[in-house]
């Protein structure tokens, strides 16, 4: 089997799928060689032009030279702009593009002074140059693919892998376009020159010019070039392919030539294959050689509506307006000026736009050449298109999907490997514009892409700057770490006690703090139950002085509301005497006649309990301990007669007759200290009572209230209680009447007010229930 290179040297081709044959129409302008046209006045140059975004190096109102740099730049894919003519740079603005939406782009507006004076040019021969300074001064000279996709020369010629075939592209299969056919035909030598350069640099193992069947002058005159060249016959050939559009293709060519098919999303470097243009072979010999940058190119005018149809040098900068104006150009009504061929071309909506180095072709044609913009209408999925696909796509599938937004699944079916030929829109019986659908395709999965990008790149920023401040942070705080460490170091013993003291005074005040918010509590808790605490002598005693002083106040209140009980206790005697012989063996029921009454002294008794004064506090002291031997004297006898009570009945009937009486002596000796009004006052709970004497009841109503508590226990001898609370009665007048009197002279006033308002109010609401339960 035949290797590549030995298929190569006999000339074999290969088929390429897909593909029209529409008419070539370049007779109108091969017939005449390559001139160039006045110099113009006006020049636009686009900055940049390609690559990546250049720098300006001069000034509005700078004089430029022909082939002087505009811009600067860094970058793999940089490429400078130059000045296609000497003159002024009057202004640096945005200026229509030449691309089919016309945007704007910021611009150099060059004014020619006639006189097209070059900038120093530095010639060199090829054998004094290494390869890294011919890749610089191809990147120098703003060198870009001429075939149309003005890809930067000097990185395709500078490849990472291994070169061993070198295709020249010369097929220049669209119709109308003649400019590569010229030139092959003018300038050969110059063309085999600058292949040479790119044989020197790529070193690869054959070099394949590759020409169309319908181009017969210029085979002839690249054979003849190719025998006049340094390189011998064996390293490089002309192959003739036939006529096909679009065989011109860099992955058609490339499958023509040599069988093989580039991957999608791969490129020819990858098979060891690289592709130039014959206009880039031209541009890179008058580089190296000469020293020239790239300022002018071979484009070709044609179409009906120009008389001087042909191929043409024009600067780049040079406007369409301004060209098809040299050329006589004479527009129709609905005139389209197209640029590149009628197959991949785009119509431009302004003529003031400028010339680029990708710019080949201006088509201006008439209304008989091309046809009129026609209807679109709906698919017939008739398959031509399939079958004129050269990329072996499904242009059906690509064209819903596009139509429908669905961008993603058309990237599914390799939309990127459209090359946006134009054969499916050409075969389509329903006029679809299908490649403009995928060029809208392509635009929004680029901006998709861009935007993915750049919000990668936010969220990296981000994650850095979170990153950054936490890093400052951890910093900080081991710096105040080491400070803290270093005073604690350097610190004297006696700053050291200075800071425990503080330390210590801190903690004090908190505990205070904490400790008042405790007894206040415990304060207010002490004054809602009250009742509960009288018993509890225990706690009265441990308590602070504020406290102490509150509770005794309480127990007084509580002692007046015992001294009215034990009063109105004295008063029912006989009932009780009459009610325990009726009923000897079963428990007394508690009095509950006299209980308005009470409740209302007991209100207006907490109306005095605000006279107290810190200096009573022992005193009252003193009476709570008097009442308590009293309830133990209760207690007591309670015990005793439960004892006894199985005593006969005249016996337990002689000791009540017995504690009768002893009670009624004992209130004969009270009668003297006690007027009639001061006991109807406290019978019936309508009129203040005296201080003094509600100090006398205050401990005979104690005296009953332990009874009532005890009543459900006790038998039919319940007389000697009597009797016991009467003599409990007679200890608590002797020493509360003294006491009464001191106390009532430290009365608060502030405390008192607030304290007789509330109890007023008190003592009111139960005298009123008192009136209507008499």
């Known amino acids: 089997m035949l290797t590549l290179l030995e298929q190569l040297d006999k000339g074999n081709l290969w088929r390429s799928p897909g593909g029209i044959h529409p008419p070539e129409l370049k007779s109108l302008s091969n017939q005449n060689a390559i001139s160039s046209l006045p110099l113009l006045s006006r020049f636009v140059v686009p900055i940049p032009l390609v690559g990546e975004q250049a720098t300006l190096i001069v000034s509005v109102g700078d004089k430029v030279l022909k082939g002087q740099a505009l811009t600067e730049g860094a970058g793999f894919t940089y490429l400078p702009v ?28 060059i004014e020619a002074d006639g006189q097209d004076t070059w900038c120093e040019l530095i010639p060199s021969q090829l054998e004094q140059l290494s390869k890294p300074a011919i890749l610089d001064k191809i990147k120098q000279a703003g060198i870009a693919g001429m075939g149309g996709a003005a890809f930067p020369s000097h990185v395709k010629l500078n490849p990472a892998s291994e070169i061993d075939l070198v295709i020249i592209n010369g097929v220049e299969c669209e119709p109308y376009i003649s400019a590569d056919d010229r030139l092959m035909r003018d300038y050969s030598d110059q063309i085999l020159t600058g292949i040479s350069i790119i044989h020197h640099l790529l070193s690869p193992q054959r070099i394949i010019i590759a020409i169309e069947d319908n181009k017969p002058e210029a085979v002839q005159a690249m054979q003849a070039a190719v025998t006049r060249s340094v390189l011998s016959n064996d390293m490089i050939r002309v ?77 780049i900068g040079t406007t369409v307006a301004d060209a098809l104006k040299q050329v006589n150009f004479t527009p129709d009504n609905s005139q389209k000026v197209i640029v590149g061929g009628p197959m991949m071309g785009y119509a431009l909506a302004n003529l003031d736009v400028p010339i680029l180095k990708g710019t080949n072709c201006l088509l201006t044609p008439s209304q008989t050449e091309i046809a009129p913009d026609s209807d679109e209408k709906a698919c017939i999925r008739c398959g031509e298109c399939a079958v004129a696909c050269p990329a072996l796509l499904l242009p059906q599938q690509l064209f819903w999907h596009a139509k429908a937004e669905e961008y993603d699944k058309a990237a599914s079916f390799n939309l990127k490997d459209c090359i946006e030929c134009g054969c499916c829109s050409y075969v389509c019986p329903s006029d679809i514009p299908l490649v403009e659908y995928y060029r809208v395709a392509k635009s929004a999965l680029k901006n998709t892409a861009e935007e993915k990008l750049q919000a990668e790149k936010a969220k990296l920023r981000f994650e850095t700057r979170l990153q950054r401040l936490e890093d400052e942070k951890n910093a900080r705080e081991e710096k105040s770490k080491q400070a803290a460490a270093k005073r604690q170091a350097n610190m004297k013993s006696s700053d050291k006690d200075a800071v425990a003291a503080a330390m210590a005074r801190i903690a004090a005040k908190k505990a205070q703090t904490a400790n008042a918010t405790t007894e206040s509590t415990a304060m207010q808790t002490a004054v809602t139950g009250s009742d509960s605490r009288l018993i509890d002598s225990a706690s009265i005693n441990s308590a602070n002085t504020k406290n102490t002083a509150v509770s005794a106040a309480i127990e007084r209140a509580k002692a007046k509301k015992a001294a009215i009980a034990a009063q109105s206790l004295v008063d029912n005697q006989h009932n009780i005497i009459a009610t325990t012989a009726d009923s000897s063996t079963e428990n007394v029921e508690p009095i509950n006649v006299k209980k308005p009454q009470i409740a209302a002294a007991v209100a207006r008794a907490k109306a005095k309990k605000a006279a107290l004064a810190n200096e009573a506090v022992h005193k009252d002291e003193s009476v709570l301990s008097q009442n308590l031997v009293a309830d133990e004297t209760i207690e007591t006898y309670s015990d005793a007669d439960k004892t006894n009570s199985s005593d006969p009945v005249d016996n337990k009937k002689a000791k009540i007759a017995a504690a009768v009486a002893k009670a009624k002596a004992r209130k004969a000796s009270l009668s003297d200290e006690l007027t009639d009004k001061n006991q109807a006052d406290v019978i019936n709970s309508s009129n203040p009572v005296d201080d003094k004497k509600a100090k006398i009841t205050a401990a005979v109503a104690k005296a009953k209230a332990k009874k009532a508590a005890l009543a459900n226990g006790l038998t039919q001898t319940h007389q000697p209680i009597v009797s016991s609370t009467i003599d409990a009665t007679e200890t608590i007048n002797v020493s509360s009447d003294a006491d009464v009197i001191k106390i009532a002279d430290a009365v608060d006033d502030k405390k008192a007010k607030i304290a007789a308002a509330v109890a007023k109010a008190k003592a009111k609401k139960l005298a009123n229930s008192a009136k209507q339960e008499e």
């Open 82 to 109: 130059h000045a296609p003519t000497s003159g002024t740079l009057v202004a640096v603005e945005q200026h229509s593009s030449n691309h089919p939406s016309a945007l704007s782009v910021l611009s150099c507006i």
């Open 239 to 315: 192959t003739v392919i036939p006529t096909k559009y679009p065989s011109g293709g860099e992955k058609q060519l490339i499958q023509i030539i040599t069988g093989k098919e580039v991957p999608s999303g791969a490129i020819p470097a990858q098979l060891g294959i690289v592709m130039h243009n014959v206009g880039t072979a031209y541009a890179i010999q008058d580089a190296v050689l000469h020293g020239k940058p790239l300022i002018e190119r071979v484009v070709t005018l044609t179409g009906e509506r120009v008389a001087k149809p042909g191929n043409y040098w024009l600067r």
